[in-house]
């Protein structure tokens, strides 16, 4: 770009190579990822009660579009020095990325939720199983070194799960293969957009994600012939939708922040936390009984993304948020 030319504020930018990922944004990027999971637990506790008694398309259909339209203000946020214009490539990749991690992958799973209701453990654990796909793909895809110690934390996850799985309800269903299938493509999902951030900030991906999906959504919405289920939403169905976007606008914030300073096999198991907190929570509320059996696997699941982290991990990310706070002390 010419020099003393304006750059484009569209928030559709891409990052300049020179604002490639620095290694020592991994602290603020795994206390992202935290974040990340403590909202995603919070808001699958919140979902379970949401989509009740709606038509889950137009449900997260609408919600999805709400949620893209809050995205763009915070696009704007990106520092001018980071923007350059979109290329056609970049626009492709960002509508991929909203094709098979922000539609696809949401008809299907809350499909598959409804219909695998008796073997809600397994379509739970299921999903739990993200880690393990994305790792994988990290690994082929990416490039990534599994080490030992991730690799241990991998194993206890997969335990800690296994763990909070129902042998009394059915193991499998048609509903359990549709999550599954969700489960793949957000891995897929995640694998492109860790790439895509090597050149773009995350608000830009998180917007593209979302604003492409919310348009791939809408229109199967109307090929479907369910446009008119969205008349069909009560005040109540319409504060729910608004209370899961504001989770979802929070998840995608904070998801692709991290994402982009954090390796995708370390990130995607940290997310993995979100269980043992929506079991808390269903406990709290007594919507599930207090199980020892419960209580182990959810402490395992614990002790394996400690595991995966690495204590050398989790001081330098201690320490980075202890110096925040002791700066922002200095300054009141």
């Given amino acids: 770009m010419p020099n003393g030319q304006n750059r484009p504020s569209s928030p559709f930018v891409s990052m300049t190579p020179a604002s490639r990922v620095d290694r020592k944004g991994a602290p603020i990027g ?10 995603s637990g919070v808001s699958v506790f919140v979902n379970s009660f ?25 696009a704007f946020l990106v520092r001018p020095a980071d923007r350059a214009p979109l290329r056609r490539k970049d626009c492709i990749r960002l509508a991929a990325i909203g ?17 695998a209701e008796a073997a809600g453990a397994t379509a739970s654990f299921v999903y739990r199983t993200l880690f393990l796909m994305a790792a994988v793909l990290g690994i082929v895809v990416l490039r990534e070194k599994v080490s030992p110690r991730l690799a241990l934390g991998g194993v206890a996850l997969l335990a800690g799960n296994a763990l909070l799985l129902s042998l ?4 499998w269903t048609d509903g359990t293969a549709l999550v599954l299938a969700a489960t793949l493509l957000w891995a897929v999902e995640y694998t492109m957009s860790k790439r895509a951030l090597r050149d773009l900030p995350s608000a830009t991906v998180a917007l593209g994600r979302m604003g492409f999906g919310a348009v791939f959504l809408f229109a199967y919405l109307a090929a479907s012939g369910q446009l008119g289920a969205v008349a069909g939403f009560s005040g109540a169905h319409v504060q729910w939708i608004l209370i899961s976007a504001v989770f979802l606008l929070a998840f995608v914030s904070t998801w ?5 300073h954090v390796d995708l096999s370390t990130a995607t198991a940290v997310l993995v936390l979100a269980f043992p907190v929506t079991w808390a929570l269903k406990v709290l509320a007594a ?8 209580a182990a ?16 991990a989790m001081r330098d990310t201690a320490a980075h948020v202890l110096r925040v706070l002791l700066r922002e002390d200095s300054r009141t």
């Fill in 99 to 115: 094709l098979v991690g922000g539609a696809i992958p949401f008809v299907l799973f809350f499909r598959g939720l409804s219909m």
């Fill in 287 to 294: 919507k599930e009984a207090l199980g020892l059996v419960e």
């Fill in 168 to 171: 009394t309800s059915p193991i």
């Fill in 297 to 312: 696997g959810a402490a395992v699941v614990v002790f394996g993304v400690c595991l995966a982290v690495g204590l050398a």
């Fill in 50 to 74: 949401a989509v009740q008694g709606t038509n889950s398309d137009a449900f997260i259909t609408i919600r999805n579009l709400l949620v893209a339209g809050m995205l763009v203000p915070l």
């Fill in 256 to 260: 692709y922040a991290g994402l982009k």
């Fill in 30 to 39: 795994l206390v992202l990822v935290l974040f990340t999971a403590l909202i």
